[in-house]
């Protein structure tokens, strides 16, 4: 038994997948599942089934977000979505700085910074992401690596608004392999970023702060994962999109 009074995250990231009726029709099925289960349930689906699912989603346990937003409050940026759309549209929390929006799209760590910014002054829960690459890995790397994400990422923001971010330990080589990190290597990396929360945001901050774990999670790793001293949680990608195996994620203790 773990002995802490995190209680655990676990998220789904629909990414570029679902249309509206497929996702209400997920969140419809989900809710009865999970009415008595010890952790929390978020869901971030495609921007188009954001308001629809949230619909599905009112007074039940499942939290609804956003895949990214933009830091701006408005303007001329093509394609893009703000913190107040985001949230007109019943998003409580925002993923951002996917591992996926860093090396796919080129956002940097001060833009993810902004962003961080603008969705706590929003009343957004962030759930920020951090990892190192396959190479960096190798060149032994990762530490400084996610230091760098987190304190650039951070920036200055106050122990209170800390409590309330999530963090996301996302290596990319393990995303979508179907290969998670091993439990042993994710613990010793939670256990290094609980520590740099510590050193910025002091003990009780770092007590309080949920660290993901994210990475081709499915229900055969995830009870292990679950069960290390630092893991707060998951966030799914592949497995997420199947009722079926999603729920099995949120009842690993079965
Ligand atoms: C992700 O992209 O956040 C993720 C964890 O994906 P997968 O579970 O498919 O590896």
């Not at 650039?152 to 080589?173: K, R």
């Amino acid at each position: 038994m773990k002995s802490t009074n995190r209680t655990p995250v676990i998220a789904a990231n629909w990414k570029m997948h679902k249309t509206i009726e497929e996702a209400v029709c997920f969140v419809k099925g989900l809710i009865p599942l999970i009415l008595n289960v010890p952790v929390k349930v978020y869901v971030a689906p495609p921007y188009t089934a954001l308001h629809s699912s949230a619909v599905a989603a009112r007074n039940s346990p499942v939290v609804i977000g956003g895949q990214n937003m933009n830091d701006e409050n408005e303007g001329a940026f093509t394609g893009e979505i703000s913190a107040n759309m985001l949230k007109d549209a019943g998003a409580e929390f925002v993923i951002l700085g996917h591992s996926e929006r860093r090396h796919l799209f080129n956002e940097t760590n001060d833009f993810i910074r902004r962003k961080v910014k603008k969705a706590l002054s929003k009343k957004l829960q962030p759930l920020l992401c951090i990892g190192e690459t396959k190479q960096e890995r190798e060149e032994e790397k990762t530490e400084q690596i996610l230091k760098q994400q987190l304190e650039e990422s951070l920036g200055d923001i106050s122990p209170e608004e800390m409590e309330t971010i999530i963090l996301a330990y996302e290596p990319v080589w393990a995303i979508g392999t179907g290969s998670p990190a091993l439990p042993k290597e994710v613990q010793v990396i939670h256990h290094f970023c609980r520590q740099l929360v510590r050193q910025k945001w002091g003990a009780d901050t770092a007590e309080k702060v949920i660290i993901q774990y994210g990475g081709s999670v499915h229900p055969q790793d995830v009870k292990e994962l679950m069960e290390l001293p630092d893991v707060d949680g998951v966030l799914v990608g592949g497995a997420s999109l199947t009722l079926d195996l999603f729920n099995q994620i949120i009842h690993y203790s079965r």
